[in-house]
């Protein structure tokens, strides 16, 4: 069974910029989660996503956003880039309900 | 605001002892209390989790206590072995809800 595939897992960025980060669940998993990690602040919740809503949402500015498709895959956006979103970002996927999530690799975004 | 909190950022033990880990919750309604373990470059993987109905959950070399009345869990590793060496975070939930808060994380060193 294949694991949470996050692409791309490097990611160089100019501040204004704005970035997409994809996730593809394990087979069956509806809900995909998506955190935040930076060496301050630790792993951090930015949303949830099930069956195409958002079913939570984290503290994070109006900047972060995400949605999910119909194969449960989901994107994350980033606009206006600024140098504290250097972080690895990092996806999760599971059953509704079931707090026991896979993450996948992550995303390693650096904003210069 | 630090719902979940791990003191003690790095622990170094040898080979063969007990580690153990601590965490400190303040959310009440936060039931549902996981570990995780990640490795550099790669996505933190689910070691062990433990319901508020429980005070103790054990898989193999891995046992969690929970003390709800003082909103703290540890985890044990015994005997501890080098491929244990990895950061590991507490995380905890509201039974049912797929958003995890996690803790800052402790670096676990084990010397052969």
């Known amino acids: 069974k294949a694991g949470v595939t996050q692409t791309p897992r490097y990611l160089i960025k100019t501040r204004g910029q704005q970035v997409t980060l994809s996730c593809s669940p394990i087979s069956g998993h509806r809900s995909v989660s998506w955190y935040q990690q930076t060496p301050g602040q630790g792993l951090q919740f930015l949303f949830e996503y099930f069956s195409e809503t958002q079913r939570n949402k984290g503290n994070f500015p109006g900047r972060f956003s995400g949605r999910q498709f119909s194969n449960s895959r989901s994107e994350m956006n980033v606009s206006t880039l600024e140098l504290g979103d250097s972080a690895l970002y990092l996806c999760?996927?599971?059953?509704?309900?079931?707090?026991?999530?896979?993450f996948g690799q992550g995303t390693r975004l650096t904003v210069v | 605001d630090q719902q979940v909190k791990q003191n003690s950022p790095s622990l170094s033990v040898q080979e063969g002892r007990i580690s153990i880990l601590n965490c400190d919750y303040t959310n009440s309604m936060f039931d549902y209390f996981l570990w995780y373990k990640k490795y550099p470059a790669e996505g933190p993987t689910f070691l062990i989790s433990i319901s508020s109905i429980k005070d103790k959950n054990e898989d193999g070399r891995f046992t969690v206590f929970l003390n709800k009345s003082a909103k703290h869990l540890s985890l044990h590793i015994v005997p501890s072995q080098p491929g244990d060496s990895a950061v590991y975070f507490c995380?905890?939930?509201?039974?049912?809800?797929?958003?995890?808060?996690f803790g800052k994380g402790n670096q676990v060193v084990v010397i052969p």
């Open positions: 999760a996927s599971s059953f509704l309900g079931n707090a026991e999530a896979f």
């Open positions: 995380a905890a939930t509201a039974w049912g809800n797929n958003r995890l808060a």
